[in-house]
């Protein structure tokens, strides 16, 4: 075995597998697997891809830089803070691919820092000054006019001084908590003594706030497309923080802490309760990361670094503005010109004939693809669930729903309208902690019953039912969906959903929201593949299935979309499909530590990434079973978690339309993109997907949005 912290950089490296035997386990092979984290880190730098794109509008390349800096945010919120717990724990377990947490992070910072350096050329280089070009600026306040300097100052002393609050660091104040992510400029004052009035030759470090209520671009006079930073405006007006007091030069600086939450669920008495501590404490958690301006002393950088409890590895010295995300507020503006233009959804077609969505349903299942379709129709249907007065129950998850969520509203009417409404709130959604528990607390008022999520599990699944009389009989509608049930998040994320009112996956639904809201210990799904009960058995079915099929001269082949490939006993699986040969494409959006194209091993495995104007968030998989090809939509990556410790949903598109349309208008085409498509290389790295001589340029997307806008078929007939 190689050294376990030397990742193989080209082919040649890696070229001896032929028909290699596989390892009982896949852990401890850098060969056989790329580094989560560092694979990881190649999936932001597409996202960063596409700000270095200048074909891209101008504030959409802005977009693309604020969430660059959004997703790193969260990268070292929880990834890179639970390396550097491994270490502190002196964790000698090594990763799968075979490495040190150790040498992971050091892995880390040295693929990141290239990033962000080039992050920040392009919004300095590039971008702020074409921004500027189209009258769109960002002045630094030591270059205005005096006239305008008068008038931020007159700003400053009305909005921004009362809500300042200066923290200084002497022997009767300790070093002030810097709470996560804020903004904060950094000086050293030199205080006059009481006694003589004389300057003391000790200066002392003052930590003020930019206080986050307060606009971060600032307008300078009324053309509404002129701005100064914040952070300039204090700092050009300290004298009015520190009246008679010598105060130094402010450097910008920012801090990242540890915000995952480690639950004990089994000593929870009260989930809501103990969820509600655990984010008190998450403000709290310990430093991973001190972004500086390049302005900083390095004897300031290291006073904050070793105050912080951190080392000159977790410093990031930012030559250019902190906290880009900030800069998003230009977007807003009314630039139609440098933005994508705007895409209105469909209306799916079975859904245009004003009938109520129940008789629709009835006659056929219906499939919708957001955002290309509107998000309006499950809208609606939980609406006229609500209304009904045929409806008797709805039962719904729900994980991620946003701060303003009409679906949640319409089940509260629809309790009140004295129907049976049970709906399973994941008080573990990361980020959504907070909006959750204040969607749970209106739910029970309203007298709806709320769940909280299984002990030691998360339900990730995207499941709706309806129960409703008809005749003298019940019929189950069912909703199911790869993506949240979130309007807002609906309009940016590639998602898929099924409505259906097939008995045989509406019986399942019912078991499962049993299993789900009651003690009931469901072993075994109709139609339905779900975690952590039947999915990964039923999965490597599929996948022995195929090898069968290849092996017996039978059409075999495996496709799937998914956004993150992390699950070593799915990657044996998919190498043994490869050994066989069994062709494989992956879609893969973000994370993927399988490694393909080694001879022998994965040399019938492709993978690419699309990363465009939407997050790609759908699942789907593809199985040709011999010929009589086998889909599915759901919730599940590949990952341990989805297929272990979460509660999903896969269902199976039944219906021959269904099936040609997502194989032949969703997975070939997704396939077929040559724009926004990267191949992920064996070295881990990821090569853009360029059109051949001659060859249609596709992107998927933009080939997605002209297809709804002439409203194609979506039903079952």
């Not at 002392?204 to 002129?226: A, M, N, Y």
């Not at 390049?294 to 300031?300: C, R, V």
């Not at 204040?438 to 002990?455: D, I, K, P, S, T």
Request: hydrophobic share 40%.
């Amino acid at each position: 075995m190689t050294d376990a912290n030397v990742q193989p950089n080209t082919e040649e490296e890696i070229s001896g597998f032929h028909n290699v035997e596989l390892p009982k386990t896949l852990f401890l092979h850098n060969q056989l697997l790329l580094n989560r984290e560092l694979s990881w880190l190649e999936f932001n730098y597409r996202v960063l891809e596409e700000a270095l794109d200048t074909s891209q509008p101008l504030l959409e390349r802005l977009k693309f830089l604020a969430i660059f800096s959004t997703n790193l945010d969260e990268f070292f919120m929880i990834r890179v803070s639970g390396l550097k717990q491994q270490i502190e724990s002196k964790v000698t377990e090594l990763s799968p691919d075979g490495m040190m947490p150790a040498a992971q992070l050091k892995g880390v910072n040295q693929r990141l820092r290239p990033m962000v350096a080039e992050q920040t050329r392009c919004l300095k280089e590039e971008i702020l000054p074409a921004l500027a070009a189209q009258s769109i600026i960002i002045t630094p306040y030591q270059a205005l006019s005096d006239y305008q300097r008068r008038s931020l100052n007159e700003y400053f002393i009305e909005n921004v001084f009362p809500v300042l609050t200066p923290q200084a660091v002497d022997p009767s104040h300790r070093f002030p908590y810097i709470s996560n992510l804020s903004l904060n400029l950094g000086m050293m004052i030199e205080q006059a003594e009481t006694s003589s009035n004389r300057l003391t030759n000790a200066p002392s470090f003052i930590r003020v706030k930019v206080p986050p209520i307060v606009p971060r671009l600032v307008p300078v006079g009324d053309s509404g497309t002129e701005f100064t930073l914040l952070e300039e405006l204090i700092a050009a007006n300290t004298d009015a923080l520190f009246p008679g007091v010598r105060v130094g030069t402010c450097h910008a600086f920012r801090v990242t802490r540890d915000a995952d939450i480690e639950l004990r669920e089994d000593e929870a008495g009260d989930l809501l309760q103990t969820m509600e501590r655990e984010l008190r404490k998450r403000r709290f958690g310990h430093g991973v990361r001190l972004e500086v301006s390049s302005t900083m002393p390095g004897e300031m950088v290291r006073y904050l670094a070793s105050s912080i409890g951190l080392t000159a590895d977790d410093v990031y010295t930012i030559d250019g503005p902190l906290n880009v995300p900030d800069l998003m507020a230009l977007c807003d503006l009314p630039k139609s010109a440098l933005k994508d233009k705007p895409y209105m959804p469909s209306i799916v077609p079975a859904f245009q004939t004003g009938e109520s969505m129940f008789e629709i349903i009835k006659r056929q299942d219906v499939l919708v693809h957001h955002p290309y379709n509107s998000f309006s129709c499950v809208v609606d249907f939980i609406n006229q669930a609500a209304s009904d007065p045929d409806v008797l129950a709805i039962k719904m998850t729900l994980y991620r729903t946003g701060t303003r969520s009409p679906i949640v509203q319409a089940l509260m009417e629809a309790s009140e309208r004295g129907k049976q409404v049970a709906v399973l709130v994941e008080l573990k959604a990361r980020f959504d902690e907070e909006n959750n528990i204040e969607w749970a607390r209106r739910l029970e008022r309203a007298g709806v019953h709320v769940v909280y999520g299984l002990l030691g599990l998360k339900t990730h699944c995207k499941v709706a039912l309806v129960v409703r009389r008809e005749q003298r009989s019940l019929r189950r509608y069912v909703h199911i969906g790869t993506g949240n049930y979130n309007p807002a998040t609906a309009r940016i994320y590639t998602d898929m959903g099924l409505f259906t009112t097939n008995q045989q996956i509406g019986a399942d639904v019912t078991d499962l929201f049993n299993y789900l809201t009651g003690f009931s210990r469901q072993t075994e799904y109709r139609k339905l593949l779900v975690a952590p009960v039947n999915m990964r058995e039923r999965l490597n079915e599929f996948i022995q299935r195929e090898i069968a099929h290849h092996q017996a001269g039978r059409p075999a082949r495996i496709v799937a979309k998914i956004n993150s490939l992390t699950d070593t006993k799915m990657i044996r699986m998919l190498y043994e499909a490869s050994q066989a040969g069994v062709p494989i494409d992956l879609i893969v959006r973000g994370v993927c530590t399988l490694r393909p194209g080694v001879p022998g091993l994965s040399h019938t495995i492709n993978v690419r990434s699309i990363v465009g104007r939407y997050l790609e968030h759908s699942r789907l998989y593809y199985f040709e079973n011999g010929g009589d090809a086998e889909l599915y939509i759901g919730s599940a990556d590949w990952m341990m978690r989805n297929l272990d410790r979460r509660v999903e949903v896969i269902t199976p598109i039944e219906d021959a339309n269904l099936k040609k349309h997502l194989k032949e208008e969703i997975l070939d085409i997704c396939l077929r993109d040559n724009s926004k498509a990267r191949r992920l290389l064996v070295d881990g790295k990821y090569e853009r997907v360029r059109p051949a001589l001659g060859e249609e340029k596709i992107d998927a997307q933009t080939h997605f949005m002209n297809y709804h806008s002439g409203n194609h078929l979506q039903s079952s007939k």
